[in-house]
């Protein structure tokens, strides 16, 4: 009965579920602004130009969502009907987006198995590429996007030498390069390497802001100037002029500055709440995939709950998670959670999993712990939450 007292929320949904900060908010509120359509908004320019900086690109162009800066990314590249682009079978822009690339721009999609670890074999890049002398009867192959981090396996990172040889086999057979870069902020981190080399080979990039860095909205696409020309073009187009966007890009400019230090802290809080997960007897985890704020987990079979069950259950208790299969949930890691929040986790996955009174009882005292350092910002430093 104590655990359902406890009033506080720890969503590990996504994340995408961030609250603005105070600085965000007051940026917001002192925004200078202008009309972006007609390419005079100050804020607006100030991000733009970051991202062109931090990314090694010429130029940038912010877009309402990482979604619409995938599609005007692949239509810029992919501009005429019956155009073709590889991509991972378990990508976003395969998935998660609406078909918006063969819909709205006529234009093949062509997938290739992603690895565990995210990555396609350089072999079978190169095998899906199309003949030019088939065009008679084949779509063109233009475009070859990749995805770093790649969120389906689970956050892993693509290395630099990775991309690089994608990036040769695009020259090499004449193609473009798009990276969606949702989570590249996170792989960077990871990885120890600057953003601008992850995306080197890149003739286009589009960097999520609303996710591991907790603006609340917005991504920006980067490229070429003559790239991000077209790009406005075909915002307008689809419904992404926004008018005083720089309201938007000032808390966005914010996250940028701010809030990427902390995401190696997000990671190791990710790897803490992967390796008490693995401690459960029912659950199954590979802890060595989890390198950035990402964990998949599946409910084994004859487990005392269901992962249907087990997510019921943890949100009685204030948690939230995403069920992402009929046993597989997904857990993400993000600033706004504290070492606290996993160690309160973990006990609601211990009592669900029936560690009995033993287990019981240290999770009372967690809660009591917890609810303390929520209350008090230093209160996982100065109490043994173990």
């Known amino acids: 009965m104590q655990a359902r007292m406890v009033t506080k929320m720890v969503d590990l949904r996504s994340d995408t579920v961030t609250k603005p900060t105070e600085a965000m908010r007051a940026a917001m509120a002192n925004a200078e602004v202008d009309d972006d359509v007609l390419g005079y908004d100050p804020s607006a320019l100030r991000l733009e130009t970051e991202m062109a900086k931090i990314t090694g690109k010429e130029a940038g162009l912010f877009v309402p969502s990482g979604t619409m800066g995938n599609l005007i990314s692949v239509l810029v590249h992919c501009n005429i009907r019956?155009?073709?682009?590889?991509?991972?079978n378990n990508s976003h822009i395969h998935i998660y987006e609406n078909g918006g690339i063969s819909t709205i721009g006529g234009v093949h999609p062509r997938t290739v198995k992603n690895n565990e670890d995210g990555t396609m074999d350089i072999d079978l890049i190169e095998a899906a590429i199309?003949?030019?002398?088939?065009?008679?009867?084949?779509?063109?192959?233009?475009?070859?996007?990749?995805?770093?981090?790649?969120?389906?396996?689970g956050g892993r990172c693509l290395s630099v030498e990775y991309t690089d040889k994608v990036g040769e086999l695009a020259k090499k057979h004449g193609l473009k390069l798009h990276i969606d870069g949702a989570r590249i902020f996170?792989?960077?981190?990871?990885?120890?390497v600057p953003v601008s080399r992850l995306v080197q080979d890149a003739d286009s990039v589009s960097v999520c802001l609303s996710k591991g860095i907790g603006a609340p909205v917005g991504s920006v696409i980067v490229g070429s100037k003559s790239f991000i020309a077209k790009a406005r073009i075909l915002r307008k187009t689809l419904g992404g002029g926004m008018r005083q966007v720089g309201i938007l890009c000032a808390a966005a400019l914010v996250a940028v500055q701010e809030n990427v230090s902390k995401l190696e802290d997000d990671h190791k809080k990710a790897k803490m709440l992967a390796e008490g997960l693995n401690q459960i007897k029912g659950l199954r985890l590979n802890v060595a995939a989890v390198e950035t704020n990402i964990i998949y987990f599946d409910v084994v079979e004859g487990a005392k709950i269901t992962a249907e069950t087990l997510c019921k259950n943890l949100e009685q208790h204030g948690i939230?998670?995403?069920?992402e299969s009929p046993i597989s949930i997904r857990v993400v890691l993000h600033h706004q959670i504290s070492a606290s929040d996993v160690q309160y986790t973990l006990s609601c996955f211990k009592q669900a999993f029936g560690w009995g009174a033993r287990g019981y009882r240290h999770l009372v005292e967690e809660i009591a712990c917890h609810k303390l350092s929520s209350e008090n910002a230093h209160g996982a430093e100065s109490l043994n939450c173990s």
Request: aromatic letters at 4%.
């Open 82 to 88: 019956g155009s073709e682009v590889i991509l991972g």
């Open 130 to 153: 199309r003949d030019p002398r088939g065009e008679i009867v084949y779509p063109t192959t233009r475009l070859i996007c990749l995805e770093n981090s790649q969120a389906n396996c």
């Open 186 to 192: 996170n792989a960077s981190v990871a990885l120890g």
């Open 320 to 323: 939230f998670v995403m069920q």
